[in-house]
């Protein structure tokens, strides 16, 4: 049974009210606490929430209302940040540190937030110091509402996989080398659902759908399973061409949705996760069990592709939009022409890894950005100065030096923009962006130019909150600037996002409207020079 078909049940049991036709609401409450479990044969300190890991699951449907009271009993200040929900006005529920006070430990604070107009596959996890090397993440799974079709029949089943790189040493020994300024060694290990075997079962001839998240620190992971193809069929809120593959690559923070028909003999299958462009491949498996096998797995693991970078690129050019297919809403995803509309800003991000006091530190466009004791949002909303400034980031990168600097970026709601990622690094690069979901048109190698547009596909691109960058190459992704609030764009390689590949895109409407943006909560955490100050 698909869980969408659950979710009558699960209103009753966890509380989902509906007042006066609004759309429904959910309430939760998570207890955050530490644990020790040992994932991959060491026991070591890992974060829990309501004493599960992977968390637990957020199962909900479009334009659902969430209000989660999080209890913090960690030692340490502790946010969540809900990876992909656009918070549509809602700058404020976040849950990163430009935009929210950590909860102090032994304290609580309940987010509300809605997931309008959304559906899709989406993750959570902790977004503070370096808390999500040691878990702490779960699902954001939104199903349709019942009378939006989907471009596919109902699954027999539904399954959610997290896999990701894994580290032995403790959250707080990984972070205090990054603190110290040197890098992080490689990663020990890989996991799928926070474990290194696990089984998922079917029937045969049925399909299900497998939901494959990139929670790691910092590998690209390919996903296979033997015997069996993969058919695409939505990545990150967007339903796709349903193209069919043998594996997939999943870059770090991103989401697929897959299909799979469970078409071969009875037996048990490899369900594979491996390491990209990694000289030394890790690899973990989990089993396909189907309910009639009597046959357990055997022979070697399916081997997947390593370092090939043009398969990669080839095999992330055919990803496409599904053009007459309903998203959230009941008109299909190519009623909005994207390619009609002429950008009015230009903005090239390069990634760089400076020395800065003699410390590693990660860097965009020569600025390495660093937490302020106060949330810029904070700050913007009370007018407090000295905590940010919108001119320390610029729109193309300098070649000068780099320096460090609450970088926060202006631009003009309802712009509708062209952002380019330049690599010019050896390592792949995956950049996300807080509040939005975007057009990615093009993937290029060397340097971009103007030229460059012509490979743009103005289409049918997919759109999507998390896009991958190739090592010494570009990539190319159009925004709609139609989400008022202070937004974070960041690297997703978490050791490069902590030591400063980030900043603030600050959407900003010179007249305030409720219908642009929500007013501050009156539950907000306030910290730094925002004490005091009443919301």
């Avoid at 991103?254 to 491949?281: C, E, G, M, N, W």
């Avoid at 990660?362 to 004791?373: K, T």
């Avoid at 000068?400 to 712009?415: C, E, I, P, Y």
Wanted: charged share 15%; net charge positive.
């Amino acid at each position: 049974m698909r869980k969408a078909a659950l979710l009558p049940l699960i209103c009753v049991l966890l509380g989902v009210f509906s007042v006066n036709g609004e759309d429904p609401y959910r309430y939760y409450t998570w207890t955050v606490t530490y644990g020790t479990i040992s994932p991959l044969g060491v026991p070591q300190q890992v974060i829990l929430i309501n004493g599960q890991f992977p968390g637990p699951a957020l199962e909900v449907v479009t334009n659902d209302n969430i209000l989660l009271n999080l209890i913090n009993k960690l030692d340490q200040p502790f946010l969540l940040t809900w990876n992909g929900i656009k918070q549509r006005k809602n700058s404020w529920q976040d849950g990163v540190y430009g935009t929210n006070c950590p909860i102090p430990p032994n304290s609580n604070y309940t987010y509300k937030f809605q997931t309008k107009d959304q559906i899709g596959t989406f993750t959570y996890f902790p977004s503070t110091l370096f808390h999500k090397a040691a878990g702490g993440f779960g699902a954001i799974n939104v199903y349709e509402r019942p009378k939006i079709p989907i471009p596919f029949p109902d699954p027999a089943g539904d399954f959610t996989l997290f896999v990701g790189d894994w580290y032995k040493a403790s959250h707080k020994t990984l972070q205090k080398t990054l603190d110290s300024g040197r890098p992080l060694p490689f990663p020990d290990g890989v996991l799928i659902n926070g474990q290194t075997s696990s089984s998922f079962s079917g029937d045969q001839g049925k399909t299900y759908m497998f939901r494959i998240s990139n929670v790691g620190l910092s590998t690209s992971i390919n996903f296979r399973i033997q015997g069996h193809t993969l058919k695409l069929v939505e990545v990150e809120g967007s339903h796709t061409l349903q193209n069919r593959y043998d594996s997939l690559d999943v870059h770090v923070g991103q989401s697929i949705a897959v299909l799979v028909t469970l078409d071969q003999l009875p037996k048990d299958y490899y369900i594979v996760a491996s390491t990209r462009f990694t000289k030394q491949i890790l690899t973990a498996t989990a089993v396909l069990h189907y309910t009639n096998s009597h046959t357990p797995v055997s022979g070697p693991v399916p081997a997947g592709p390593t370092y090939q970078i043009h398969w990669s690129v080839k095999q992330a050019r055919t990803y496409r939009w599904n053009l007459t297919a309903s998203a959230a809403r009941p008109n299909p995803q190519g009623t909005f022409h994207y390619g009609k509309i002429v950008p009015s800003r230009t903005i090239v991000l390069a990634n760089s890894a400076p020395l800065i006091n003699g410390k590693q530190r990660y860097a965009v466009n020569g600025v390495s950005y660093i937490n302020a004791d106060t949330p810029v949002k904070l700050a913007d909303y009370f007018n407090i100065t000295g905590i940010f400034s919108i001119n320390s980031i610029q729109d193309l990168p300098s070649g000068g030096s780099s320096s460090l600097s609450t970088s926060v970026m202006a631009a003009n709601h309802r712009d509708f923009i062209e952002v380019v990622f330049q690599n010019n690094e050896n390592t792949i690069q995956s950049w996300h962006l807080d509040g939005y979901d975007f057009w990615v048109v093009s993937y290029g190698f060397g340097q971009w130019t103007p030229a460059s547009r012509k490979s743009y596909n103005l289409i049918d691109a997919l759109t999507r909150h998390t896009a991958q960058v190739y090592p010494r190459s570009w990539t190319a992704i159009l925004v709609s600037l139609d989400n008022q609030g202070m937004w974070n764009m960041r690297s997703a390689v978490w050791e490069r996002q902590y030591l400063g590949q980030q900043f603030y895109l600050r959407v900003f409407n010179p007249v305030y409207s409720p219908a642009n943006e929500y007013g501050i909560p009156q539950n907000a955490l306030l910290c730094g020079k925002a004490i005091r100050r009443h919301p």
